[in-house]
């Protein structure tokens, strides 16, 4: 089996991980008394959120024969959109936390970089589609930075 290199260092990973536990706490544990999440928060957050996303990686697979790259400050601003919609609306503030520390969760697993709104479609139909995504695009290009610095570093011999 050929081991795949992991696109995102420790510091991203971690993050992805942190934040996901922090979205699981104020989906389902913020309000005090008990944790719990209502069903259909999880049949929004867990089955269709997810559903959105692979239908739209599935119109981008029929559309677009290159994987999409809308990482720019439009991208960036999307996406931030999208995140404070989802999040600030009371019918759908728990489903989207779910959804995000889901997709963080499997990010973090699966090393990718830039936004976690994209990991389940592109898992699911095997594409490299990228979001901009303003919290962690930057911890990541600075990893990626510092990977490449060290592997083009001159090797030194000491005789």
């Known amino acids: 089996m050929q081991e795949q290199a992991r696109r995102i260092g420790p510091l991203g990973t971690g993050l992805r991980v942190t934040v996901a536990v922090a979205l699981l706490y104020l989906a389902g ?3 005090g008394v008990s944790w719990g999440v209502e069903w259909y928060d999880a049949v929004g957050g867990l089955v269709a959120l997810p559903a959105i996303t692979i239908l739209l990686g599935l119109a981008a697979r029929r559309y677009a024969a290159k994987p999409i790259r809308f ?9 931030c959109a999208t995140i404070i919609a989802l999040l600030s609306n009371p019918y759908t503030g728990d489903a989207g936390a779910l ?8 990010a973090a697993w ?4 830039e936004c976690e709104i994209t990991v389940l479609s592109n898992s699911v139909l095997h594409r490299d589609d990228q979001i901009g995504c303003p919290v962690f695009a930057p911890i990541d290009a600075l990893e990626a930075s510092q990977r490449t610095r060290r592997t083009k570093a001159p090797v030194t011999t000491h005789d």
């Open 29 to 31: 544990g913020a309000n």
């Open 110 to 113: 699966r090393a990718q970089p």
């Open 99 to 106: 959804f995000y520390a889901t997709t963080l969760l499997v």
């Open 71 to 79: 990482t720019g400050p439009a991208g960036h601003a999307l996406n």
